[in-house]
T-cell receptor
């Protein structure tokens, strides 16, 4: 099955700096990679996703890049703000069959210091 | 539109007691999932139901059972609770993959403590 590894496990940045979180996956058939943000005590919420036929996707201050050859994808947050502080999870899945099981990374605790 | 609703939000059990966690979604999604979240372990899939009438084991199914009651509802049962099952449980739902890659939508979670 799929294995997703996420680094770093913790990341501390100053407000206004950029933050980058990286994930690698093992199953070359995986074709969908969502990113979730989870604030303390809250549910995980989708913030951005990327399909395997796309190399990069942006949404305001966040972007995700995908390198299918190297089997890794990254989340980029620019101009970080204190409200970006949360745990971020990457995930990967092959959704070509009848089953649709996301495999999550273990998460990155991002702290944005004012 | 409530999305995914989980009940209860909090529960304390004694070892050996049983209980059922309830989950309902109002997004007409075919697929539903149960995860547990433990510190440093991310989200681990317990069971999932790709469509009404089917259920399959995930990564950590031992000690749990599930029922897909209908398209809207997917319950998780602990028959004999153990302290190792102390965790936060999340239910999620998504549209069928045949409809294109679809994100999963999560409920607010159930915080379960077993003494």
């Amino acid at each position: 099955g799929e294995n997703v590894e996420q680094h770093p496990s913790t990341l501390s940045v100053q407000e206004g700096d950029s933050a980058v979180i990286k994930c690698t996956y093992s199953d070359s058939a995986s074709n969908y990679f969502p990113w979730y943000k989870q604030e303390l005590g809250k549910r995980p919420q989708l913030i951005i996703d990327i399909r395997s036929n796309v190399g990069e996707k942006k949404d305001q201050r966040i972007a995700v890049t995908l390198n299918k050859t190297a089997k890794h994808f990254s989340l980029h947050i620019t101009e970080t703000q204190p409200e970006d502080s949360a745990v971020y999870f990457c995930a990967g899945v092959y959704s070509g069959g009848s089953n649709y099981k996301l495999t999550f990374g273990k998460g990155t605790l991002l702290t944005v210091n004012p | 539109n409530a999305g995914v609703t989980q009940t209860p939000k909090f529960q304390v059990l004694k070892t050996g007691q049983s209980m059922t966690l309830q989950c309902a979604q109002d997004m007409n999604h075919n697929s539903m999932y149960w995860y547990r979240q433990d510190p440093g372990m991310g989200l681990r899939l317990i069971y999932y139901s790709a469509s009404e009438g089917t259920t399959d084991k995930g990564e950590v199914p031992n000690g749990y059972n599930v029922s897909r009651l209908n398209k809207r509802e997917f319950s998780l049962r602990l028959e004999s609770a153990a302290p190792s099952q102390t965790s936060v449980y999340f239910c999620a739902s998504s549209a069928l993959p045949s409809q294109g890659n679809q994100p999963q939508h999560f409920g607010d979670g159930t915080r379960l403590s077993i003494l």
